[in-house]
Each structure stands twice: as structure tokens, then as C-alpha cells.
């Protein structure tokens, strides 16, 4: 019963934020995902989703509630997961490169090398003298 009760809730909570926020979870992200017709099939997935949910909730017609559910989320996970594993593998490539890129520092003071030579080093090397030279900064700490 309390498994019954807690789908009837996420089911019944996703529909109707459907309506509420459409743009992030209803027709917007329809058209994200690929689902043809979005502007019918958003609220239509929403108002199946709010009954569907609403009958579990309250333990009327259960059998016949899961059946618009099962599909629902059948095509959701297809749709969302399982498409997204057969696109090109020249798109996946393109996702993966972005999550590798570093991200940047938003403070705008410069970076400080302690230990090495190169920009913003406390230790400079002065070839002729064949010698590390500490910088003025340095000579603070």
C-alpha cells in the first residue's frame, strides 16, 4: 500500500508540474527530448498522469491506472536513456570532450606558482647567475 501511495504521489506531483512549469517539464522539454507533437502530447502525457496518479493514489481502478503508467514511463526511459545510448558516436564524443574542459576561475586575481619557474613564480631563475632569485613577495612570507 505505501508503495502504491507513493507512485500515485510522484505521478499525480509530475503531471500536474507539467502545467506549471511547461517550459522546463512540459512542452519545452518534449521538444528537447524528440517526442513528436509536443504541444498535444505534453498536456495529454500530463493529464493521464495527474488521473493515473490520483486513482492510485486514492486505490480506485489500480489495475487500470498502472496500465497508462507503465507506458508512460516506458517511453519516458526509451526516450530519455535508451535513445540517448544509440546517438553517434561522434555526439557522444562532443559531450564527453565538453565535460573535460576545466573551469575557469571566476576570481580576477593571478594564479601564483610557489615552487617552479613560468608565470606568477615566487622563484625566479637567472641563467647567468646560474642561481634561483626570490622574488619580493616572496620575502614577505
Avoid at 51 to 76: K, N, S, W
Avoid at 88 to 104: D, I, K, M, N, W
Wanted: glycine share 8%; charged share 15%; with cysteine.
Amino acid at each position: 500500500m505505501l508503495i502504491r501511495v507513493l507512485v500515485g504521489w510522484v505521478f499525480l506531483s509530475e503531471g500536474i508540474q507539467k502545467f506549471l512549469y511547461p517550459d522546463a517539464l512540459g512542452v519545452g522539454r518534449f521538444v528537447k527530448i524528440g517526442i513528436p507533437w509536443p504541444q498535444v502530447m505534453a498536456p495529454f502525457v500530463g493529464v493521464v498522469e495527474i488521473i493515473c496518479g490520483a486513482l492510485l493514489l486514492i486505490g480506485l481502478m489500480t489495475r487500470f491506472a498502472t496500465v497508462p503508467l507503465l507506458i508512460d514511463i516506458g517511453v519516458a526511459l526509451y526516450s530519455t536513456k535508451i535513445a540517448a545510448s544509440f546517438r553517434p558516436a561522434e555526439l557522444l564524443y562532443r559531450r564527453h570532450q565538453r565535460s573535460q574542459v576545466p573551469s575557469r576561475s571566476t576570481s580576477k586575481q593571478p594564479r601564483v606558482n610557489a615552487n617552479g619557474n613560468g608565470p606568477g613564480s615566487l622563484v625566479r631563475y637567472d641563467p647567468s647567475k646560474k642561481t634561483s632569485v626570490r622574488s619580493p613577495i616572496s620575502s614577505l612570507n
